[in-house]
């Protein structure tokens, strides 16, 4: 729990957002300018990065199949999963880590930086 206090302030101060800092509810969304929007949540024993990519119409069969695709051992994941919010149609793209396996702030800020730029290689997927 330690490292993601300290990359959060680590984080804040580089880029000049002093009043940033877990919600009560120990969770945190960081909006970026292309539109992204990545949410951290802090579980007992695992912190949870996810974030929506796009959206997938019902009778796009070829679509679905190549998110199941990706999914597959996590062949084009990086470990993350790719799920299908059922109302909205929307594709979220999500990933664990153990609390007890991050190693320092800097290992949090290389997590978060391979994640937001697979959230974004899959906003470009899904455009295409």
Known sequence: MKYVSDWLLHYAHKH???QLAL???????????DGLCVH?????AELLMYASVGYI????????EG????????????GATLSLEPYSRAVVIARTWPIALLESADDLQSKFDRFC???????????A
């Open 117 to 127: 730029h697979l959230a974004n290689t899959w906003r470009q997927a899904l455009v």
């Open 16 to 18: 000049g957002l002093d």
């Open 40 to 44: 951290l949540d802090l579980q007992i």
């Open 23 to 33: 919600t009560e509810g120990e969770s945190l969304a960081f909006n970026f300018d």
């Open 57 to 64: 119409a019902a009778n796009d069969a070829t679509a679905l």
């Open 67 to 78: 998110l199941l695709s990706a999914n597959l051992m996590w062949r084009d994941t990086d």
